[in-house]
């Protein structure tokens, strides 16, 4: 084998390297579309289906389903999908032939477990936590949350057909609000410091949802409440 062999073997063999890591890179966030361009400029149609993402393994997101009528988010590679019955209540389905008008998504697959201090107790307390922990960390990144809840207050998109959307206002027409105490399930979510109104509102680092452990109830986190009397695990990603 000549020079000129060995040096194109060793540019193929870096080449598939480099494309193999970054096929696998951990955490990576990417987005479709805005929440502001959805909120204030009435853009609800879908700028993603979620099928036509490529690398499923280990894949984490959220946002709300196109047209504003439910609320999606993919756990470890599953994508469920929750809607308002006319009476009501929530339908839960897992399917990945759905589109969004906003998503924030990533693969991420090896975590840093931390037990949440008692003392962490609202919605405010735990960004600001999350916060704090991750300064020194490459952002925005996926997290989650595993344990019983002590209240979860959440909504789920219902938008009236044919509703002109021109702010946040007209665009929470028609929700369906849920309250639940002392339930056990999962909290995904999103941080970034720099995606206000892309993908978290204007007065958050934050977007995050909740799903039982059923996976029969799901919807978007207005609230939350924690009790320091149920151990709650926290989830980063390891850098």
Do not use: C
């Not at 194109?8 to 361009?37: E, P, R």
């Not at 997290?143 to 959307?165: E, Y």
């Amino acid at each position: 084998m000549n020079l000129k062999h060995i040096i194109l073997g060793l540019s193929f063999t870096l080449f598939v390297n480099f494309t193999i890591k970054a096929q696998t890179s951990n955490n990576i966030v990417k987005v479709s579309g805005a929440m502001s361009n959805v909120m204030k400029k009435g853009q609800l149609q879908g700028t993603i289906l979620l099928d036509t993402i490529q690398n499923k393994q280990h894949l984490y997101g959220l946002g709300p389903k196109e047209y504003l009528k439910g609320e999606l988010l993919i756990i470890d590679g599953k994508s469920y999908v929750a809607s308002v019955n006319e009476d009501g209540s929530i339908k839960t389905e897992e399917t990945f032939d759905v589109k969004a008008p906003f998503f924030v998504y990533a693969n991420t697959e090896n975590w840093k477990e931390y037990t949440l201090p008692k003392k962490i107790r609202t919605l405010k307390q735990l960004e600001e936590f999350i916060d704090k922990k991750t300064k020194n960390n490459n952002r925005p990144f996926a997290f989650k949350l595993q344990g019983i809840f002590a209240k979860i207050n959440f909504h789920i998109q219902n938008l009236p057909d044919g509703t002109i959307v021109k702010s946040p206002k007209d665009a929470h027409q028609g929700q369906g609000k849920y309250e639940r105490e002392n339930i056990e399930g999962e909290i995904i979510g999103f941080f970034s410091t720099e995606h206000q109104t892309v993908f978290t509102h204007h007065d958050t680092y934050i977007h995050i949802h909740f799903i039982n452990s059923e996976r029969t109830e799901m919807g978007h986190i207005d609230d939350l409440m924690l009790n320091g009397k149920m151990k709650i695990k926290l989830y980063l990603p390891k850098e």
